[in-house]
Every structure is written in structure tokens, then in C-alpha cells.
């Protein structure tokens, strides 16, 4: 945890370990040993989900570039809030190569994936691009999530941090803190 703080020996100093530091110290003339040295000797480890991200689709040539772009926000945002494993994109048998057909499943089951993500990015006639993506259960073969945006391409960052959001939500059950205002028109 970023709030954490590092003791000496003991590892980092987590809300957990302070209210057993300090119930502990209040005990201190009676048995310290049970419930909290345990804490000090076995972190707990959260579950982290491996997640396949390839490249977002380009329409055309001129998309080519918000694409990359808000593939590589959402990598970085999954990646830092440390519940997601990213798997390498030299890994994937299946190029995904047409957003509207279903993936190869067995191919991301050989690799150990856990979920999918694909998506695209199209410009609008009118200048602005329509980002679609899918978020798919690679064990169950279901999409778990399906949704397009419309924006101008230099809120690209914007539209990556609302598809982190809505990734990490379906996949950990919390709300993501990766866009602070609500969903791109």
C-alpha cells in the first residue's frame, strides 16, 4: 500500500499492524504471541488477475495513434493498482485482428489468461472517435463487458481511465479510482 510505512525488521506498518501493535502493547503483561505475530510472519497476499490487453484496432490509419495511446493507459493503470498481472503481448496466439468476432478462447486458456480485453477505435465523420471495447471471461468464454465512447481524440487519457474503471470494477468488485469524473460524452 502507498500509505504504508516501513518499520525496521517488521515490514510495513499497515492499519492492520497498528491496531495489533497497539493492542498488543496494551496487553503487554499478558501473552503477546497469538493473533498478531502472525500478521508480522504472513503478510496477506492479495489475488492478482491475469489480463490480456492487445493493441486496440484502427479503423483507418488516422486512428492508429489515439489507439496505442489508450492501450497503453489502460496497461499502465491496471498494472499500477497492483491487482493485475499483464501477460506479454509476444505470449498471445491469438492476434486479434476483427473486434466484432469472438476470441479464440483455448488460445488465451493455453497462456493462463484470465480475462481479455479487445477493443477499437474509429473516427466519426464528424472529427470526434468512437472507442468500443470488450471486456471478456477468458474461462467462461462470456463478455462481461461491452461499451463504445464518443470523444474528441485528445480526451483519449479520459476514455482510458473510464474503460481502467470499468475493467477493474467487473473484474475485483471495487470501483476503480483511475477517472475522478464521470463517464466521456
Known amino acids: 500500500m502507498a500509505d504504508d510505512i516501513f518499520l525496521s525488521g517488521l515490514g510495513a506498518l499497515t492499519r492492520r499492524r497498528f491496531v495489533c501493535i497497539g493492542t498488543a502493547a496494551g496487553m ?8 498478531c ?9 492479495r489475488s492478482m ?7 486496440f484496432l484502427a479503423s483507418t490509419p488516422a486512428d492508429a495513434e489515439p489507439a496505442r495511446l489508450i492501450s497503453e493507459v489502460i496497461a499502465a493503470n491496471l498494472e499500477r493498482s497492483g491487482r493485475f498481472v499483464l501477460i506479454d503481448h509476444a505470449a498471445f496466439g491469438d492476434k486479434v485482428t476483427n473486434f466484432d468476432v469472438p476470441p479464440r478462447f483455448p488460445d488465451w486458456r493455453a497462456i493462463k489468461t484470465a480475462a481479455l480485453v479487445i477493443g477499437r477505435v474509429t473516427r466519426q465523420p464528424d472529427g470526434r ?12 468464454a462470456a463478455q462481461l463487458i461491452g461499451k463504445q465512447y464518443f470523444s ?3 480526451n483519449y487519457r479520459r476514455i482510458a481511465n473510464v474503460i ?9 468488485g471495487e470501483n476503480g479510482h483511475f477517472d475522478s469524473r464521470s463517464s466521456p460524452r
Open 152 to 154: 474528441a481524440p485528445d
Open 37 to 45: 505475530a502472525i500478521l508480522f510472519r504472513h503478510p496477506v497476499e
Open 49 to 55: 488477475v491475469r489480463i490480456a490487453l492487445p493493441d
Open 164 to 172: 481502467s474503471d470499468a475493467v477493474y470494477d467487473a473484474l475485483i
Open 129 to 140: 472517435i468512437k472507442v468500443e471495447f470488450r471486456l471478456w471471461d477468458v474461462s467462461e
Open 28 to 35: 503487554a503483561m499478558f501473552a503477546w504471541e497469538p493473533a
